[in-house]
């Protein structure tokens, strides 16, 4: 199977350099709507979804092989060789921030510079590192996500979108975790959830720009910090925007904060 076909992949503009947005965990393509036709003019825009989100093919997708972020990673490597992209703009959403580096690290040559929106090295507090999470809340999370899945998308997307006065984008959010197959989404939270990819920041040698959101439930502050502190080309914008994904709530913000590094 194609490549292209198995991720979705969709192209616009056709500037001479490349642009890639990846979606973070329970979306697909649809949420860089507000974003990318903004950039596509200036930038060959790639849009695609990650296997067993959107359009991917879900045939594709085997839980033993997607039992690492590093096998996400694989497949965006996939993605810029059969577009024959080198020296790309990755624009990556939560956890996708961490599959960018990852594949920026394997593949130096693929990648110009890196936009991270509201990323995560590691969700779980550990010693003096506060990823937001106690094991006890990770378990939690985990347990009700298998035993109610739609339940947990209902209580959650409000949380991560923190728009209390614009319910419509908790109900976007809540609607695009329904159109997931479950048990995808119980893997896929599994692995983004319990991952600790600390030790890979320093090993980025492309610039990276960190999108910090106010109050955040999924990546606070602290974390922000963090991976200024432990990566050495990285650029850190505290956003006015509220909640974890302001390429929805505040698209012209996040726009302009792009503009601004690229």
């Not at 596509?40 to 045939?59: E, P, W």
């Not at 614009?166 to 609607?175: C, Q, S």
């Amino acid at each position: 199977m194609s490549v292209l076909k198995r991720n979705n992949v969709h192209i616009l503009g056709s500037g001479p350099k490349a642009m890639v947005f990846a979606h973070g965990y329970g979306c697909d393509q649809n949420v860089w709507r507000f974003i990318a036709p903004a950039l596509s003019a200036q930038y060959r825009t790639v849009l695609f979804d990650h296997v067993g989100a959107g359009k991917s093919d879900l045939a594709q997708y085997s839980a033993r092989r997607y039992s690492s972020l590093q096998a996400y990673a694989d497949d965006l490597l996939q993605i810029l060789e059969a577009l024959d992209v080198e020296q790309a703009i990755y624009v990556g959403h939560s956890v996708s921030a961490m599959i960018g580096i990852l594949a920026a690290i394997r593949a130096p040559e693929r990648f110009d510079r890196l936009v991270l929106v509201g990323p995560s090295p590691c969700y779980l507090n550990d010693g003096d590192y506060i990823g937001g999470f106690t094991p006890a809340d990770i378990d939690e999370l985990l347990e009700v996500l298998s035993a109610n899945y739609l339940g947990w998308s209902s209580s959650m997307a409000p949380l991560i979108m923190n728009q209390p006065n614009r319910p419509e984008l908790a109900d976007e959010l809540y609607n695009s975790f329904c159109r997931t197959d479950p048990e995808v989404a119980r893997q896929f939270a599994r692995v983004t959830f319990l991952s600790d990819n600390r030790a890979d920041l320093p090993l980025l040698t492309r610039p990276a720009l960190i999108l910090q959101c106010a109050d955040d439930a999924i990546a606070p502050p602290t974390v922000g910090d963090y991976m200024h502190r432990h990566m050495p080309q990285s650029t850190l914008i505290r956003m006015e925007a509220a909640g974890h994904c302001p390429h929805m709530s505040a698209p012209q913000e996040t726009i302009a904060a792009i503009r601004s590094f690229v």
